[in-house]
């Protein structure tokens, strides 16, 4: 096939040859993630005869739905060149705010409306420090992450919420079989991922974080684009925030906590590259299922949480390695 | 002075470098005598930098030998040099602006054990002695931070004091500085000449090189040209040697209809970049910008784009006032800028050269936000081959082409928006010869279908062969408009060298 492929070149005498097929398809990003993920399902399958089970995957991937919806916004933050590690702060300031209005007698549906609003105000506020003020998005998303933090303890304080009886369950409702944070994950994938590879603000993203400064002599309005991201960010954050309110039935201030990193995890366990400029919706949608079936699959054989965690970690440094390997290798 | 019989203090002898196989300097014999001040002059890209450079032990020759004080040498680094008593001082000085004047000049120096106690006391003390020994006021417990660049210099020229330096260079030292300081410079100089120590100067300002220097040397394409007791070189001779190279014969002007006035400009200031620049470019007309760098050349470019918008003054597109202060307006007015710095401005290195030619015209290749796949292959395809571009493949990443095929294919992406107005900033540095030829034909045919272009080159063949008028600017000021006819490279030099306009004519 090379040869056919040096034929239809004008002249390849300047040009270097085109990579080979096998590497083409082995530098996409999330092509780690799809292998270990199939290794996770056998192995899985191996430990214990419950495991391939396809409706306990999919209760046990609830408990990891909001995080990996907000993981899918995310992942274009990272590639635009960015980074928000407060996204877990602002579900639970959301959801704290949207609790307390509600306890506070306010409509459910107008507290969750501002519980929203608050999310968006939350991405914009990020949005402006690193937009306008021109900060570094990880030291102001880190100063922003424990500012929401205690916004949200000095509301709540160290009580839970409860939240009416009729809005908790969202995990319970089932569409097809499939529960409903699930389908709103795969939805919000598909759009997403349509978004990112056939839009032009999608090639923009990536255009952005490959080289903000040609991207800006292109006429491309980056600042415009990266702040639209910590607005989705933030509103995404904070439906996520609603959502696990449902699915808990009360609210409290540690809401989420340390979920950023999980996110953060997801990303980089598909492939996006933490300077920008790569990285895919696909990958990150798979690294969600690869960490819920290494998490439950270690749960179902008895493994020590310790051991977990150990696991997870080795996960992350083996996929980075690998990729950053292998493109490092490919790069002339 | 050089005097017969006196043996000189470092000798280069067949010094040639090449970066990336192309060689930048060849063959260089250079001898420098003790207690002498040196010039070097040239274009930019003469190789003049770079011969000094060789000697501080930045680069390292590709061939040749250094001889000091009659032992050949190997500089292998900045930190041999250090050693052997050659001391580089940079325009800029780098420091480490966080720590004391003391700690600065003290710097490298290996005495002490490493958890020994620093001896403050006798490094303050040994520093106020040097700096004194300049005749200048530092304060040497204050940060390097707070000084200017003038005294940063000075504590440049105390350290290599401190190591006892015997050859000193200095490249293009003056530039930052005000009058005065220049003066307390030059005294310093003159002073370390008569202590017998030999000082290399780098500068493009005859008048400075008149007032200091014993002799010349003048580079010209990476070879040495001449090497002459000042006084006996005129400017105008300086500058014809500088330049004096035949013109290429390949180039030619395409003849194109020149019509009404596309791009006007009026005042156009931005302090401390350029000031009061006014000119106008027709249907048609190429006209160039010439100039040294650091002129403010690229920066009048990049105001016009909106990339760094100017301070005051106005512009006409077509007639029309428009006001730019993002490119992304700039595009919407008909204008096009191809920049300087391809890998920094211009390309997106990981990302396929489809996508790098389409960049610039999304409503072209998704009129409703998504991506045709089909119209964007078209456009890049045909784009590609009218520009003769050299590639495998549409979809293999810009970063594998060569830099004419890349530079290219960032000219593609501007045609793609139709402008009526196109900026090129350097358009064909770093570009093979024969590539170059492709594109001064293309620049021709573009003004021959009724675009304004303004070209920015410091190759001055280049701006005689392509423009139909030539403007040029020195230190942010617009110093001349010649129009072909007249136009030659002395011309355009003098012009372009601060301060020595009318001493050239």
């Known amino acids: 096939m090379s040869a056919s492929?040096?034929?239809s070149a004008p002249s390849a005498q300047e040009a270097a040859p085109p990579r080979p097929a096998w590497q083409v398809l082995l530098i996409r990003p999330e092509t780690m993630t799809l292998a270990l993920l199939v290794l996770a399902v056998f192995a899985g399958a191996w430990l214990s005869p419950f495991f391939l089970d396809i409706s306990y995957i999919l209760r046990s991937f609830t408990l990891y739905a909001e995080f990996a919806i907000v993981a899918l916004v995310l992942t274009m933050v990272i590639i635009a060149g960015e980074i928000d590690l407060s996204p877990a702060a602002n579900m639970a300031l959301s959801a704290c705010v949207f609790a307390w209005l509600q306890q506070a007698g306010l409509p459910v549906p107008a507290a969750v409306a501002v519980g929203l609003a608050a999310g968006l105000a939350m991405g914009a506020f990020n949005g402006l420090m690193v937009i306008g003020l021109q900060l570094p998005s990880i030291i102001v998303t880190i100063g922003t992450l424990t500012l929401y933090r205690g916004l949200a303890q000095i509301i709540a304080g160290d009580k839970s919420i409860r939240v009416p009886e009729w809005f908790i369950g969202v995990d319970k409702i089932m569409v097809l079989g499939v529960p409903?944070?699930?389908?709103?994950?795969?939805?919000l994938a598909l759009a997403l991922g349509f978004l990112l590879s056939r839009t032009i603000v999608g090639r923009q993203i990536y255009q952005i974080g490959t080289n903000e400064v040609a991207a800006r002599h292109a006429g491309i309005r980056s600042a415009r684009i990266k702040f639209g991201l910590f607005l989705a960010v933030g509103l995404v954050s904070a439906t996520a925030g609603m959502m696990t309110a449902s699915r808990l039935g009360s609210v409290r201030y540690d809401l989420g906590l340390g979920g950023e990193l999980q996110m953060v995890l997801m990303a980089m366990l598909g492939g996006t590259y933490i300077f920008g400029g790569r990285g895919t919706i696909l990958g990150t949608f798979l690294a969600a299922w690869l960490l819920v079936l290494v998490s439950t699959g270690m749960i179902v054989a008895n493994?020590?949480?310790?051991?977990?965690l150990v696991v997870l970690g080795i996960l992350l440094v083996v996929s980075i390695i690998a990729t950053n390997f292998i493109y490092s290798r490919t790069q002339r | 002075m050089s005097e017969a019989g006196a043996s000189p203090l470092l000798s280069a002898r067949g010094t040639s470098k090449s970066f990336a196989g192309v060689e930048v300097l060849r063959n260089v014999d250079l001898d420098l005598m003790p207690g002498e001040i040196h010039a070097l002059l040239g274009e930019n890209g003469a190789g003049k930098s770079t011969f000094a450079k060789i000697i501080a032990g930045v680069h390292r020759p590709t061939r040749g030998t250094l001889q000091l004080g009659g032992t050949t040498v190997d500089v292998a680094s900045p930190v041999v040099a250090q050693k052997l008593g050659?001391?580089?001082i940079h325009q800029e000085p780098i420091s480490f602006p966080d720590?004391?004047?003391?700690?600065?000049?003290?710097l490298g120096r290996s005495d002490g054990a490493p958890l020994g106690r620093v001896p403050w006391a006798a490094i303050n003390r040994d520093a106020r002695r040097l700096i004194d020994l300049l005749g200048v006021r530092i304060d040497v417990t204050r940060p390097m931070r707070g000084l200017s660049i003038a005294d940063q210099q000075m504590v440049e020229i105390a350290r290599a004091l401190a190591s006892d330096s015997r050859l000193i260079i200095m490249d293009e030292p003056t530039a930052p500085l005000t009058p005065k300081e220049v003066e307390t410079l030059f005294g310093i100089a003159r002073r370390l000449r008569d202590e017998g120590r030999t000082i290399i100067f780098i500068s493009h300002r005859l008048e400075e090189v008149r007032a200091l220097c014993d002799r010349v040397t003048i580079f010209r394409d990476g070879n040495k040209i001449a090497t002459e007791a000042i006084g006996k070189l005129s400017d105008a001779d300086i500058i014809r040697l500088m330049i004096g190279r035949p013109l290429k014969e390949y180039m030619h002007k395409g003849k194109s209809q020149i019509g009404e006035v596309a791009l006007e400009v009026e005042h156009l200031t931005l302090p401390g970049y350029f000031d009061d620049i006014s000119f106008s470019v027709r249907k048609g007309e190429i006209v160039g910008l010439g100039g040294l760098v650091g002129a403010g050349r690229t920066d009048v470019a990049r105001a016009l784009f909106g990339v760094a918008p100017a301070a005051s003054g106005s512009v006409r597109v077509g007639g029309r006032p428009v006001t730019i202060t993002d490119p992304a307006q700039a595009i919407a007015e008909g204008l096009a800028f191809v920049p300087e710095d391809r890998a920094v401005a211009g390309i997106f290195r990981t990302l396929s050269v489809e996508q790098n030619i389409s960049a610039a015209v999304p409503g072209q290749i998704a009129p409703r936000g998504v991506i045709r796949r089909g119209v964007e292959k078209a456009l890049a395809q045909d784009a590609v081959k009218r520009l003769r571009i050299r590639l495998a493949s549409l979809r293999q990443p810009i970063g594998e082409l060569s830099g004419g095929n890349q530079q290219k294919a960032i000219l593609a992406r501007w045609l793609l928006t139709d402008p009526s107005v196109l900026i090129l900033d350097e358009p064909t540095r770093g570009i093979d010869i024969g590539v170059k030829a492709e594109f001064y034909d293309m620049i021709g045919e573009l003004a021959?279908?009724?675009?304004?272009?303004?070209?920015?080159?410091?190759?001055?063949?280049?701006?005689?062969?392509?423009?139909?008028r030539v403007l040029v600017m020195s230190e942010g000021r617009l110093t001349a408009d010649i129009a072909r006819a007249e136009a030659t490279q002395e011309k355009i030099m003098?012009?372009?060298?601060?301060?020595?306009?009318?001493?050239?004519?």
């Open chain 2, 494 to 505: 003098s012009a372009a060298v601060p301060q020595v306009r009318g001493a050239a004519a």
């Open chain 1, 5 to 7: 492929d040096l034929q």
């Open chain 1, 303 to 308: 493994v020590l949480p310790a051991v977990q």
């Open chain 2, 448 to 468: 021959a279908s009724g675009r304004a272009i303004l070209l920015i080159s410091s190759e001055l063949p280049e701006l005689l062969a392509l423009c139909d």
């Open chain 1, 180 to 187: 409903l944070p699930v389908v709103i994950f795969i939805v």
């Open chain 2, 99 to 106: 720590l004391s004047v003391a700690e600065n000049l003290v």
């Open chain 2, 86 to 88: 050659i001391t580089l």
